[in-house]
């Protein structure tokens, strides 16, 4: 199954709702306006509005701001088909878009267009900006996307009030469209009205970026570094994971941040950013699980049967468990804990990227497992993954080997090595740039074996007969040439004095990681707090984040 996202979706969203808010659990959420009025899956509409409002709404009577949310459906092929919600203040009403593109900022910014048409009662006006773009071409996926809204200048007809002559439509083109088409439609725009505005679909083929990244984002926020290590490892380990707080906003973005640490790889058990009321007893399901609960559902949870649960409450930032997971990861990531303090109150790509490296050392080493023979599909050798690193990584990997995401990992990696697929992802670069010498010199015999293969081999790659041979013989040898380029770098580097990539190897010492953390967290926490306009909720200053208790959850060197 590997990745939960679709591919190719047929449109950019599939149905629109807008979910009255129900007086008490007795009753159920009413839809009062729907887009498009047929829609393919009718057995989907009765359960939306369940999940438009995930909380006890008897508890729960108001909200002092607007709150944007998202859950998660799963369709037969096992393909996540996401809602992008839009909560009013006060809870009279739900706006809700289904789609199948992971368009987190993207939609909640649309949602909140349809929300100022709603509320100038431009009931026209959105019909026609909804027709517009669920008729829209869906981009090709991974290629950004530009969405413009503009008030456009026409001819005033006889018949007409010349004193409004502006008509707001709806521009939708790729990148490369926009630069090529902005300048007649700029034209057409009325000097002394509204700004235009415009949107870029998400590039999957980058790390998500703070502070362009809103799930990356509030998590940073909202969690400290020894949880977000916590919550790592119990993911690594496939735990039954349950994140609670009391703003589904937060709520949702930490639980989608929490999925993305473990890139290239995907949580492949129960994923609900939100769960329902309906839905309590799916906290007592004896499989893994990531879900997340509204605060005020979570006295219902704790009264049933829970076992072995982790459970992170972010309004608190506490963490319970009944394991010692963080314990278990090898010291070869002992450098994660100080680049997650160093780069958490920073801009860009330092978080994401932090974790890149650490899912690079522990599973990068899985290329010196591939087998090939002649006539034969590339293989994976357990036996010889198992082998790989120190002690504490080998203990390591026997239980990662077993890991519902490792195992869909591999054979995801293989699927496309011997379909002559590219796979050149972020996590092979980053696992090239790690390479040690035992590594590089790994590689270099598997690519000396593959030329081994005799005449039979190297003519299949001549003549393209054989693109799962042709693939693995050029990944292989371009991924050698990467790893010798940058060994020598970091010899000419390392020369001449200079160490720019301090975590470069495989291993780590903590001489390597070691560093005054302390003396710089105070100004660091102050940047965090001030430094990003999502923490700026809707109009209101966000509380400030609480001071983390005292616990043994540190990351422990040795």
Known sequence: MGSRIRENPQKIFDLFVEAG???????????????????????????????????????????????????????????????????????????????????????????????????????????????????????KFNSPVSLEFVSILRPVKAQEDPQDPKVTKLKIATRKDRNTQHQDWSQDLDPGSASASYFIGPDHSKLPTIPESRNLTEFVVAVDVSNMLWLYASLLHERRILLTSSKLSTLTACVQASAAMLYPMHWQHIYIPALPAHLLDYCCAPMPYLIGVHTSLMERVRGKA??????????????????????????????????????????????????????????????????????????????????????????????AAHLQLFKQFIDDRLEKLNAGEDFSDLFEQETSRSLSPGNLHSYQLWVKNLKKGGGALISSVKNKANPAVRSAYQYAKVQAKMGLKNMRSHRAEKDSGMDPHPLGGSFLSCEQISSPIQATRNSQSESLQSRLPITQHFGKSRPRRPQRQSSSSDLQTH
């Open 21 to 139: 808010c129900p007086t008490s659990e007795e009753y159920d959420s009413q839809v009062l306006r729907q887009f498009p009025l047929e829609f393919d899956d009718q057995e989907t509409i009765p359960m939306l509005p369940k999940f438009c409002f995930p909380f006890d709404i008897e508890r729960v009577k108001e909200s002092p701001a607007v709150q944007h949310f998202t859950f998660a459906l799963t369709d037969l092929e096992g393909k996540q088909r996401f809602g992008f919600c839009r909560l009013a203040k006060g809870f009279r009403s739900c706006l809700c878009i289904l789609s199948y593109l992971p368009w987190f900022e993207v939609f909640y910014k649309i949602l909140n267009n349809i929300a100022d048409h709603l509320a100038k009662e431009q009931f026209t006006e959105l019909d026609e900006f909804l027709s517009m773009l669920y008729l829209h071409a869906v981009p």
């Open 306 to 399: 829970l076992e072995d649960v982790v459970i992170l409450n972010i309004d608190s930032n506490t963490l319970e468990s009944p394991f010692q997971d963080l314990d278990s990861l090898p010291s070869d990531v002992s450098f994660l804990k100080y680049q997650l303090k160093k780069q958490s109150a920073t801009t860009g790509d330092g978080v994401a990227r932090a974790f890149l490296r650490a899912q690079a050392l522990l599973f990068g080493s899985y290329r010196q497992a591939l087998v090939y023979e002649p006539g034969q599909p590339v293989s994976f050798c357990q036996e010889t993954f198992l082998k790989h690193g120190s002690s504490s990584m080998q203990s390591f990997l026997q239980r």
